[in-house]
């Protein structure tokens, strides 16, 4: 889901806000970059926060003259915004696309196999931080050969949130989220018990985010929304007893147990108002909703747990990266593989984070982080020395996120989400709703989605 990329982005920035870079060790690949015949390389790239957001786009301006500073023979023309669905496609046609840009992990595969990248494997040796990333995440900017079209940025996965003073006033155990289904909906029960409004557990099913978490739901105990046949083409796969069970826990919720309120087609906000509001003390969720709720409206991480995802036979995943157009020469990948290894790099985390708490900004959050080996070990020790956050109230997320397996979205996602909506919001609005004709008549609309994959 695409409300990653605020979430994301956000925590993004926390990771490197702050970075005053001139004494920051870079993991360095300035030795492998060129200038051209007629002068230093120039390459385009996005990322480049809004002059509305000033401090983020002081902190990005300051990368880049520390970049070239570092790098002399590299010049970077900086653009605005991130991965935009809607118009990403228009600027590959039109040829407007930066030369390293920002993708979803989602779309990685997709623009590889339609050769709109360029392979940066011959240049990846000069730039050994590059080693470190994890192998799942490099196999997504990789094709069947090996070849590599891009590097991992973030990632994030879905756990379960709660409100820990709604927990302690219904008698529940703030350090012991719940680890099954059944858990959550006898929790729910008791914190809706409460009384004032308060909600036992929420869910969306409106603007694409039902979908969401219907597939994120599905994945907890094991199941998917899509699968490849034997034949490779992409089928839906969610019309079967999980995709019930599911649908099922809602409605019991919803109707059986009124724990999940009279207020229902809840879109993204809407929870992470309740939450702030201590009006709720449930949802699935990521940590960059606790920083939305903290950040936007005016809650406190002190207030908050989060746990893994309740079944925990997998967790929907995402996060983001940078690739390279197609058509790019050697010096130009060089000088942006340069400049990506410049600027996510583990010897910067230290220095990151202290200046970020310095600054008051959340540092802690337990995200999975995109390194393995020694760049992992500096990303923990610096989260551990410098984090501003009581980590503790977030140890139960971060202690399974080494053996939940997280799982990307489906193709086209976001109109299979759409799809998706429709079931989340008659099993949440009518009592009567039939899960079985709602899960064939979405498995025939999804199908349909699904046949447009090549």
């Known amino acids: 889901m695409k409300r990653g990329k605020p979430i994301g982005q956000s925590l993004a920035v926390c990771a490197t806000l702050c970075a005053t870079m001139a004494s920051t060790a870079c993991g360095g690949g300035a030795a492998e970059t060129a200038a051209s015949p007629g002068g230093p390389v120039t390459i385009t790239v996005n990322g480049l926060p809004p002059a509305t957001d000033e401090y983020n786009r002081a902190v990005f301006e300051a990368d880049v003259k520390a970049f070239e500073a ?8 900086a653009k605005e915004g991130f991965m935009d669905p809607q118009t990403f496609s228009a600027k590959i046609a039109g040829g407007q696309l930066e030369d390293v840009f920002y993708v979803y992990l989602t779309d990685a595969q997709n623009l590889i196999a339609k050769r709109q990248v360029s392979d940066i494997s011959p240049h990846l040796a000069g730039f050994p931080v590059t080693k470190d990333y994890k192998p799942g995440l490099m196999k997504v900017f990789s094709d069947q050969a090996g070849k590599v079209y891009g590097l991992p940025d973030d990632n994030y996965s879905l756990g379960l949130l709660y409100n820990r003073k709604l927990y302690a006033k219904a008698g529940l155990d703030p350090d012991r989220p719940p680890a099954t289904w059944t858990e959550v909906r006898e929790n729910a029960k008791k914190i809706s018990a409460l009384g004032g409004g308060v909600v036992g557990y929420g869910d969306y099913s409106k603007s694409n985010t039902g979908g969401w978490h219907f597939t994120a739901e599905i994945y907890s105990l094991g199941g998917d929304v899509a699968v490849k046949d034997g034949g490779g ?23 059986t147990d009124d724990s999940m309120g009279q207020r229902q087609l809840l879109e993204y906000d809407d929870l992470v108002k309740l939450m702030a509001t201590e009006k709720l003390g449930q949802q699935i969720g990521s940590t960059g909703d606790l920083t939305n ?58 220095a990151d984070n202290e ?15 995109v390194w393995t080996g020694g760049s992992e070990q500096k990303q923990l020790a610096a989260t551990k020395k410098h984090a501003t956050i009581p980590t503790e109230n977030f140890a139960p997320f971060a202690e399974a996120l080494a053996r939940i397996p997280v799982k990307l979205e489906p193709p086209n996602a976001q109109q299979i989400y759409a799809a998706l909506d429709t079931v989340m919001q008659k099993v949440l609005t009518d009592e009567d709703a039939d899960i079985t004709q709602l899960l064939s008549d979405a498995e025939k609309q999804v199908n349909q989605i699904l046949s447009t994959v090549k």
């Open 233 to 255: 083409a992409w089928q839906a796969a969610f019309n079967d007893d999980r995709g019930r069970q599911v649908l099922q826990q809602l409605k019991d919720m919803r109707w």
């Open 70 to 77: 570092k790098n002399p023979s590299v010049r970077i023309d």
């Open 355 to 369: 200046r970020s708490a310095a600054k008051g900004l959340p540092v802690g959050l337990p995200e999975p982080n």
């Open 293 to 350: 709720t903290v950040t936007r409206f005016k809650g406190t991480y002190d207030d908050y747990g989060m746990g893994p995802i309740p079944g925990g036979q997998g967790t929907l995943g995402g996060g983001s990266g940078y690739m390279f157009k197609a058509g790019l020469s050697a010096e130009k990948i060089k000088a942006g593989l340069a400049w990506l290894t410049f600027k996510k790099n583990p010897d910067r985390i230290d």
